[in-house]
């Protein structure tokens, strides 16, 4: 199945006072690249989050963005650093003797120094957590393979299109080949004839020089190569795993024998036409590079 490698999904997953929020974007890329957002609480779960997306995406880069929240009320318990209120005083108080300061601190003015009254979190148990992250992580993911297959789809049919397409050249280049080595013939003897002046013309050496001539301008191999990479494409556009990379080396293989056929090409309409193959090769390549 053709995906794009552009798509998003966002899945949003509560249950009681917890919500987990999963939003999803991604766009072309060589391999697949996965920058995460997310709340530090859940920086345990980055590699199970890498491993699990790595089941519905070969390729992409992928911005994944996590929020959650907690409205139970349960935010944490508050902490009484005494070991750092006791430096605190006594440096204070150090300070008050060695200026002739007034010893007025209070037990309200030391609470408001830095890490005296901590806030911390309480403990969430993991497992549970996972799980309402999991399900969240599982539905944005299937909406965002839905969305890559539907755009897949449309990619696909616009490359049989092109395809298609670069058919009909080939056509006519098969065609015309054996019309070129003809007129070619016919030009050569009128031009001998010519300079003869009704002499009579050596069929052998004329037949030897067409040969030489049709040898030079032939692209039958280039042509079957062509046609076979043409067929290949159709065939990889059907199968069930990320075909992306294996396209583009066919489009490089074709490429290579559209270059061949415009270097040999001897006659305008063939080099129109082999023009035309390599512009849609160069389309097809393009395409190619949105698809995972």
Request: glycine share 4%.
């Amino acid at each position: 199945m053709v995906k794009s490698m552009t798509g998003f999904g966002r899945c949003e997953v509560s249950e009681g006072d917890r919500k987990m929020t999963v939003e999803m974007k991604s766009v072309n890329h060589r391999y697949l690249d996965v920058n995460i957002k997310m709340p530090k609480k859940l920086n345990f779960f980055e590699s199970a989050v890498r491993s699990l997306l790595k089941t519905y995406l070969q390729r992409g880069k992928v911005d994944l963005f996590i929020t959650y929240e907690d409205l139970s009320g349960a935010k944490g318990t508050l902490r009484y650093n005494r070991e750092l209120a006791a430096e605190y005083l006594k440096y204070l108080n150090q300070m008050a003797e060695e200026f002739g300061l007034e010893k007025d601190m209070n037990a309200a003015a030391l609470s408001h120094y830095p890490e005296v009254l901590v806030m911390e979190e309480a403990d969430e148990d993991e497992e549970e957590l996972w799980k309402l992250l999991e399900r969240a992580l599982k539905g944005a993911c299937e909406q965002m393979v839905e969305t890559r297959s539907k755009e897949g789809e449309n990619l696909k049919r616009d490359l049989i299109a092109k395809l298609d397409e670069m058919l009909e050249h080939t056509a006519f280049i098969e065609a015309r080949a054996p019309q070129i080595v003809a007129e070619y013939r016919s030009r050569l003897k009128d031009k001998v004839q010519e300079l003869l002046q009704d002499a009579q013309i050596e069929e052998s050496r004329l037949a030897m020089e067409v040969t030489i001539f049709a040898d030079k301008i032939c692209v039958d191999e280039e042509l079957v190569r062509l046609r076979s990479h043409m067929e290949h494409t159709r065939a990889v556009l059907n199968e069930k795993d990320s075909v992306g990379r294996k396209l583009d080396f066919i489009a490089q293989e074709m490429n290579r024998e559209a270059n061949t056929i415009l270097s040999k090409a001897n006659d305008l309409e063939v080099s129109n036409r082999a023009i035309e193959l390599k512009t849609g090769i160069e389309k097809v390549r393009e395409q190619i590079q949105n698809i995972e």
